[in-house]
């Protein structure tokens, strides 16, 4: 039988929030083609585990592609602009850096630009590597405006991604996707059917003795992982060893001011505070390691680093830093908390739901679900996970911090041979290589390194073969370039209050 025989006819999606409605969305976009069903089965009764209010760039792609005008996202979700990330405290606990979104300059003759700022950054009129970043000094003046078109421009390399509420997406996802098609089934799982033949699943059984029966299973049940972890008995690997942290307070407060274009993550004694600022409100949350601090004391700790009367009472979640070994088993592909959970230190648990939508995508099976795909898939998830776990273990680890006992331990504690290797080659001469398709580029790593107190011994000798001093000059006019473009730009709250204030609820 050909894959033109054995289409998907039926694609069930278990869980709504934030990954099955964007799931849902997209299939009712791109999967629809008036014979395949697409059915979301959710539960009024089990809450859903807000999976982060802050993203990174590629989240403007995906409204792209499922067709979502900017001002009408900005408007329905409350949401706001971000320039990167703020670190408080992260190397010493008396300091802050910035991760921008974006380059740094621009290259010369081919070579990065942090090379060129490695050899010269001690000459006058050079300054700091973030000063020639568009979106570093804008969000150090509290300032936004969208890119520029014209590439040259300073303001061409501004990068951005949002703030929202995530369960306003979640809720405009929604509409979207039952506009395109997509039936909603309420109703409470209570087991599965699975294929004695293949282990394939056959359906899901809801409350009330119905059933609702699929071809491919797209597992949105968040930390529970109903069909992959329980239905499928796909192993979660456990990665809290290099990453500690398991608890998390959550509490909205009112909106402050100023704006930031930016989420500030400032370090505690056994983790780190969250604030990210949203049209409507703000919110907060205290990440820690329950081994090294009570319930009570993190609590303590964040409502003391409030700024502004909160709104609602904190909200406790728990979990476990890892993955499932497989994101994709038998007839079964899990998105989202159901699939894996990297803290949301770096702000990639929604870019990791949509790398998975479009991965599966590009991949998409027929009812034979042949192991090719199933395995290349499972290839670029687990890489994509391994990357990003990576990343945050970074910040933890390159800590001169002595303070605590949640310190010491991530401080002194072996890494991956993945990671170190990264940190072996930038120490040395300043060189970072991206591979793959991995998330941070060269920038990203560069930003982190640096403001982690990752000090290169030298730099990249094919430096020295362009001259010194034309070099100089170009970087001073591009600092002083970007500097007085940024100068020219509206406050973030100025820009929304034209561009796309949000809607009353």
């Not at 192991?371 to 499972?378: F, G, I, K, Q, T």
Request: with cysteine.
């Amino acid at each position: 039988m050909t894959a033109e025989q054995a289409p998907i006819r039926t694609v069930v999606i278990v869980g709504g929030g934030t990954a099955g409605w964007m799931a849902a969305a997209a299939a009712a976009r791109f999967l629809n083609d008036g014979q395949r069903r697409i059915v979301l089965v959710e539960s009024d009764a089990i809450g859903t585990v807000g999976v982060g209010e802050a993203t990174i760039p590629p989240i403007l792609g995906f409204n792209r592609l499922l067709g979502i005008e900017e001002r009408d996202f900005l408007r329905e979700t409350g949401a706001t602009f971000k320039l990167g990330i703020e670190f408080v405290g992260w190397d010493t606990g008396q300091d802050r850096y910035f991760h921008p979104f974006g380059p740094h300059g621009r290259d010369i003759e081919g070579l990065n630009f942090h090379q060129l700022w490695l050899k010269l950054r001690d000459q006058p009129g050079i300054g700091t590597i973030d000063e020639y970043s568009a979106s570093a000094m804008a969000a150090r003046h509290g300032r936004f405006a969208a890119p520029a078109d014209d590439p040259r421009d300073p303001l061409s390399q501004l990068a951005y991604a949002y703030h929202f509420d995530a369960g306003l997406y979640a809720a405009f996802l929604r509409r979207r996707a039952e506009d395109g098609g997509v039936v909603r089934i309420e109703g409470r799982i209570t087991g599965t059917d699975r294929d004695p033949d293949n282990g394939h699943l056959r359906a899901v059984l809801l409350d009330g003795d119905r059933r609702v029966e699929g071809d491919l299973f797209i597992d949105c049940s968040g930390f529970r992982s109903l069909l992959l972890g329980d239905a499928m008995g796909v192993p979660f690997e456990d990665w809290s060893h290099w990453l500690p942290c398991d608890s998390a307070l959550a509490v909205p407060t009112e909106r402050t001011e100023p704006l930031l274009p930016f989420t500030r993550s400032t370090a505690h004694p056994a983790g780190w505070q969250w604030r990210i600022g949203l049209q409507h409100r703000t919110g907060n949350g205290h990440v820690y390691a329950s081994a090294h601090m009570s319930d009570a004391e993190a609590e303590r700790l964040l409502i003391a680093h409030l700024d502004a009367r909160p709104t609602a009472d904190p909200r406790k979640l728990s979990f476990r830093a890892g993955r499932r070994l497989r994101l994709w088993e038998g007839n079964v592909v899990a998105l989202g908390l159901a699939g894996g959970f990297l803290e949301p230190l770096e702000s990639t648990s929604i870019h990791l739901i949509q790398a998975g939508i479009s991965k599966l995508f590009g991949l998409f099976p027929d009812r034979r679900f042949v192991a090719v795909e199933r395995d290349e898939y499972n290839r670029l998830m687990g890489d994509a996970y391994t990357a990003i776990r990576d990343f945050i273990i970074l910040h933890y680890h390159a800590t001169r911090r002595d303070d605590s006992p949640f310190w010491r331990y991530v401080r002194t504690m072996p890494i991956p041979d993945s990671l170190a290797h990264k940190i072996m080659l930038f120490r040395e001469k300043g060189r970072i290589f991206r591979y793959d398709d991995e998330l941070f580029a060269i920038p990203s790593w560069v930003a982190v390194m640096l403001g982690q107190n990752i000090r290169p011994t030298g730099y990249d000798p094919v430096v020295d073969a362009l001259d010194g001093d034309r070099v100089a000059a170009a970087l001073r006019q591009m600092r002083a370039g970007i500097a007085d473009a940024v100068g020219g730009l509206p406050t973030q709250s100025e820009y929304i209050a034209r561009y796309a204030p949000a809607s009353r609820r």
